[in-house]
């Protein structure tokens, strides 16, 4: 419900269909919850106040350094992260524009000036695509139920609904099924870790596609066994037809032979 609210909020003051859940997301290396970032967008770290840095990451196996940090400086700096940017002032480094290769659990060790370990961290970054494409598509199935479904573009997204902008229903799924006569405003919510987008459609009444299907039987049957008919009258003379050929025929043959014999 807190999720809904916020969006309540954001749409009241903005009007918006999608949107950040935070403009410059900033995180800690020392921060035990994962550290979520946006594809495309920057993200802040703020670096522990010990002297004497080391950050790490297990790539394909292989333990690698990423940056030492000395002495207020940046002494070695991966050459497959120049997009990571350290600001001196105020000890962040700066991820000037996030990729989902960013993501994975880091290794910071951390030293005093005296070199003394003063322990070991491991941040885990999340860099998800953002949420677009929101689309929402509704369907009669039966005389009982109707289906409306949510689909959207995006990373790990999660779904919401509403009903008539007060019910909240079907938390989690994309997939919301309500009764055949439930007509209204439903709006789905999508959302992951860094933003969110939502899509809202007017129910209509469902036609009676069941009364409809059954006219439509109803008629290809009398259709079939019109068919069906006439085949079978068809054949009959065709049959009658050919009798009566054959017996002028045989009339003909014996009316031949009776003229020889005279």
């Not at 994975?104 to 860099?127: C, E, K, M, N």
């Not at 919401?160 to 079907?170: I, P």
């Not at 006439?230 to 065709?238: L, V």
Request: a neutral charge; charged letters at 20%.
């Amino acid at each position: 419900m807190k999720m809904l609210v916020i969006f309540g909020i954001l749409l009241m003051f903005t009007g918006a269909s999608m949107g950040l859940l935070s403009m410059n997301p900033v995180c800690r290396f020392t921060q035990s919850d994962p550290c979520n970032g946006a594809v495309g967008r920057p993200l802040y770290l703020q670096l522990p106040p010990e002297e004497l840095l080391f950050l790490k990451k297990n790539i394909n196996g292989t333990l690698t350094y990423i940056f030492r940090f000395l002495n207020h400086k940046i002494r070695q700096n991966h050459s497959d992260y120049p997009r990571w940017q350290f600001v001196t002032d105020n000890r962040t480094m700066i991820i000037s524009s996030a990729e989902k290769r960013d993501s994975g659990r880091y290794t910071l060790d951390t030293f005093d000036s005296a070199g003394r370990d003063r322990g070991v961290y491991h941040p885990q970054l999340v860099i998800e695509a953002v949420v677009s494409s929101v689309t929402v598509t509704d369907s009669c199935l039966s005389i009982e139920k109707r289906k409306v479904y949510c689909s959207s573009d995006g990373d790990n997204v999660h779904y919401n609904w509403t009903f008539q902008h007060t019910h909240q229903l079907a938390d989690g799924n994309q997939t919301l099924l309500l009764d055949k006569e439930a007509v209204g405003r439903v709006t789905c919510y999508a959302q992951n870790h860094v933003s969110w987008g939502h899509k809202a459609i007017e129910l209509q009444q469902c036609s009676d596609t069941f009364g409809v299907f059954l006219v439509v039987w109803f008629l290809e049957i009398i259709i079939l066994l019109s068919l069906l008919g006439g085949f079978h009258i068809y054949g009959r003379i065709q049959r009658k037809q050919t009798s009566r050929a054959a017996e002028m025929k045989v009339q003909e043959v014996e009316e031949g032979l009776y003229t020889n014999l005279n």
